[in-house]
């Protein structure tokens, strides 16, 4: 938690003047048991009304004046929570969109969705739960131990004795409770995991009637969470009674030894009514203190995991902005890469001239969108080096470089919204126009004819078919010029009729670009095609080249004629 203080940057005053606040009102409490006993021992024993009302006065002073000061605590302490709160999120949200995409892989979409809402919340609680109470609570345990000290030293050590019980018992069931509440957060993860996963494969779940198994998953996880939260909650039940009969005890030993001191005169009835006050006193905030460290341990786990996020490195950003004017636009030299164990390419090398088309073929699980990822900056090469327009990829800042690569990925990424927002993503200030002869291109003239530059589109496309979707994504990218177009197996929903026009149309867009397929027609038209099976150039060469000399390229053509 202590990493994530810098998120309280814009409420420093508040900060330090919610917990002044909450000992304001300690001080209040602590002061209300001596007046009682006075009351007690001068203004009843005497009989003086006049004593008691004015007393009595003071204490409802007291009690109105701490009620203001803390109700003025907790509003500032909420203020500073849900501005931490809000200055954290931001800043999650903000560095998992430049994480590199290797380390939102190994965390995982469901993970990330649950450290940015759940976790931030629990660090919001915590901290809000500090201000309120860590300060007030050591200052009340401390003030009543030393007024009971000043009242009767030897009957407060019954006070020492009570607090020490009390602080092992919480120590023991904090002990076994936290393992359980670790546990249960991971398995948060799991549910947000299963949930979205039902959610997304709704349709195959529903088309081979699967959702009493997709129940069965969901209720096995939710059965986990709940059997290792309950396990945690049985434990942490024990800690009322326990605390309960050990200040119980406490009470009446006060009671039995303060009464035999009242008998033989060395302690006065009030100050007896003042030790078991501030004895209660004491056992409110050492409860409490159980419930603050159970909600800091939980919150602890959660701030690890937020920090995991913030303290992720990113990728390694080049300082270059300024993209040359080169006849080479891209150039792999023995590139390898994996994601994680053997490599999934292996020593590619080729290049890709200025206006130049180059095809890139081969099975499912090959690395041919590998290939287009590296080329996007997206994962860095493990071996070899790539340039771009001439100089090493890595010397260019990742913005500067995506500014001028139009990708268009494998899944088609539709937003919510309306046709006209989703094609200016690529360019804000695309004019109409642009945006017409890009969809024109894209062979999708039909969807501004039928929804308009303001035709809604739903979330992820819903409202669209897969070739729409695709034609959508594809003419996004040509909404700019761009040196270099990537087209990651775009024409898969697409008719072999409409994929011809497409090739055709983008054909004569200037720029370098680079068609990723598994059909032979999506690539024949190349400049140049490579051949990829199981990571590996296995082919280089025209369509004509490739049908006489790669074995495996005209077993394609074979399939697909």
Same mark, same amino acid.
């Given at each position: 938690?202590?990493?994530?203080?810098?998120?309280?940057?814009?409420?420093?005053?508040?900060?330090?003047?919610?917990?002044?606040?909450?000992?304001?009102?300690?001080?209040?409490?602590?002061?209300?048991?001596?007046?009682?006993?006075?009351?007690?021992?001068?203004?009843?024993?005497?009989?003086?009304?006049?004593?008691?009302?004015?007393?009595? !006065?003071?204490?409802?002073?007291?009690?109105?004046?701490?009620?203001?000061? !803390?109700?003025?605590?907790?509003?500032?302490?909420?203020?500073?929570?849900?501005?931490?709160?809000?200055?954290?999120?931001?800043?999650? /949200?903000?560095?998992?969109?430049?994480?590199?995409?290797?380390?939102?892989?190994?965390?995982?979409?469901?993970?990330?969705?649950?450290?940015?809402?759940?976790?931030?919340?629990?660090?919001?609680?915590?901290?809000?739960?500090?201000?309120?109470?860590?300060?007030?609570?050591?200052?009340?345990?401390?003030?009543?131990?030393?007024?009971?000290?000043?009242?009767?030293?030897?009957?407060?050590?019954?006070?020492?004795?009570?607090?020490?019980?009390?602080?092992?018992?919480?120590?023991?069931?904090?002990?076994?409770?936290?393992?359980?509440?670790?546990?249960?957060?991971?398995?948060?993860?799991?549910?947000?995991?299963?949930?979205?996963?039902?959610?997304?494969?709704?349709?195959?779940?529903?088309?081979?009637?699967?959702?009493?198994?997709?129940?069965?998953?969901?209720?096995?996880?939710?059965?986990?969470?709940?059997?290792?939260?309950?396990?945690?909650?049985?434990?942490?039940?024990?800690?009322?009674?326990?605390?309960?009969?050990?200040?119980?005890?406490?009470?009446?030993?006060?009671?039995?030894?303060?009464?035999?001191?009242?008998?033989?005169?060395?302690?006065?009835?009030?100050?007896?009514?003042?030790?078991?006050?501030?004895?209660?006193?004491? /056992?409110?905030?050492?409860?409490?203190?159980?419930?603050?460290? !159970?909600?800091?341990?939980?919150?602890?786990?959660?701030?690890?995991?937020?920090?995991?996020?913030?303290?992720?490195?990113?990728?390694?950003?080049?300082?270059?902005?300024?993209?040359?004017?080169?006849?080479?636009?891209?150039?792999?030299?023995?590139?390898?890469?994996?994601?994680?164990?053997?490599?999934?390419?292996?020593?590619?090398?080729?290049?890709?001239?200025?206006?130049?088309?180059?095809?890139?073929?081969?099975?499912?699980? !090959?690395?041919?969108?590998?290939?287009?990822?590296?080329?996007?900056?997206?994962?860095?090469?493990?071996?070899?080096?790539?340039?771009?327009?001439?100089?090493?990829?890595?010397?260019?800042?990742?913005?500067?470089?995506?500014?001028?690569?139009?990708?268009?990925?494998?899944?088609?990424?539709?937003?919510?919204?309306?046709?006209?927002?989703?094609?200016?993503?690529?360019?804000?200030?695309?004019?109409?126009?642009?945006?017409?002869?890009?969809?024109?291109?894209?062979?999708?003239?039909?969807?501004?004819?039928?929804?308009?530059?303001?035709?809604?589109?739903?979330?992820?496309?819903?409202?669209?078919?897969?070739?729409?979707?695709?034609?959508?994504?594809?003419?996004?990218?040509?909404?700019?010029?761009?040196?270099?177009?990537?087209?990651?197996?775009?024409?898969?929903?697409?008719?072999?009729?409409?994929?011809?026009?497409?090739?055709?149309?983008?054909?004569?867009?200037?720029?370098?670009?680079?068609?990723?397929?598994?059909?032979?027609?999506?690539?024949?038209?190349?400049?140049?095609?490579?051949?990829?099976?199981?990571?590996?150039?296995?082919?280089?060469?025209?369509?004509?080249?490739?049908?006489?000399?790669?074995?495996?390229?005209?077993?394609?053509?074979?399939?697909?004629?």
């Amino acid at each position: 938690m202590f990493k994530l203080v810098r998120f309280l940057k814009g409420h420093i005053p508040a900060t330090i003047a919610a917990p002044l606040c909450k000992l304001i009102e300690a001080i209040f409490e602590l002061a209300v048991p001596m007046i009682i006993a006075s009351v007690i021992d001068i203004g009843i024993e005497n009989g003086d009304k006049s004593y008691v009302i004015k007393y009595c !006065s003071l204490i409802g002073a007291l009690a109105v004046g701490g009620f203001l000061i !803390s109700i003025t605590g907790q509003f500032l302490a909420a203020k500073v929570g849900i501005g931490f709160g809000t200055r954290l999120r931001d800043a999650i /949200f903000k560095k998992i969109n430049k994480l590199p995409i290797s380390a939102t892989d190994k965390i995982g979409g469901a993970s990330l969705v649950t450290r940015v809402t759940g976790d931030v919340l629990a660090c919001q609680n915590a901290l809000n739960l500090f201000l309120r109470l860590v300060l007030r609570m050591p200052f009340v345990v401390i003030g009543a131990f030393v007024m009971s000290m000043i009242i009767d030293p030897v009957l407060s050590l019954m006070f020492f004795a009570m607090t020490i019980i009390l602080s092992v018992t919480i120590w023991l069931v904090l002990r076994l409770t936290m393992p359980r509440v670790k546990r249960a957060q991971k398995n948060l993860d799991e549910i947000s995991r299963t949930t979205a996963q039902s959610i997304s494969g709704s349709r195959v779940v529903r088309a081979f009637s699967k959702q009493s198994d997709t129940k069965a998953d969901f209720n096995g996880v939710a059965n986990e969470t709940a059997k290792t939260n309950i396990g945690a909650a049985r434990i942490s039940a024990l800690l009322t009674p326990l605390t309960f009969a050990v200040v119980n005890l406490a009470i009446i030993a006060v009671l039995w030894f303060g009464g035999i001191k009242v008998n033989i005169g060395t302690l006065t009835q009030g100050e007896t009514f003042a030790l078991i006050n501030y004895l209660q006193q004491a /056992f409110f905030v050492i409860v409490n203190i159980g419930n603050v460290f !159970s909600t800091f341990t939980r919150s602890s786990a959660c701030a690890a995991r937020v920090n995991e996020i913030l303290d992720a490195p990113e990728p390694q950003n080049g300082t270059e902005t300024q993209i040359n004017d080169s006849d080479e636009i891209l150039r792999f030299d023995g590139v390898s890469f994996a994601y994680d164990g053997d490599y999934d390419v292996r020593d590619i090398s080729f290049t890709l001239k200025k206006n130049g088309m180059l095809g890139i073929i081969g099975g499912t699980g !090959s690395g041919k969108s590998t290939i287009i990822s590296l080329a996007e900056k997206f994962y860095l090469p493990d071996k070899g080096t790539i340039s771009f327009c001439g100089k090493p990829l890595s010397e260019y800042d990742i913005a500067a470089v995506r500014s001028v690569i139009g990708y268009v990925p494998q899944r088609a990424a539709i937003l919510k919204g309306t046709l006209s927002s989703n094609l200016r993503i690529a360019d804000e200030t695309a004019t109409d126009e642009r945006l017409t002869r890009a969809l024109e291109i894209a062979q999708a003239t039909e969807l501004w004819q039928s929804l308009g530059a303001d035709g809604i589109i739903e979330n992820d496309g819903k409202n669209l078919s897969g070739g729409q979707k695709q034609r959508v994504s594809i003419a996004r990218s040509l909404c700019r010029d761009n040196v270099l177009y990537l087209f990651d197996d775009v024409t898969s929903a697409l008719d072999y009729r409409t994929e011809r026009d497409f090739i055709n149309a983008v054909k004569k867009v200037d720029g370098a670009k680079i068609f990723v397929s598994q059909r032979i027609s999506a690539v024949s038209g190349c400049d140049n095609i490579i051949v990829l099976d199981g990571g590996k150039i296995v082919g280089v060469g025209t369509h004509e080249q490739l049908k006489l000399s790669c074995s495996l390229y005209a077993e394609f053509c074979a399939s697909q004629s």
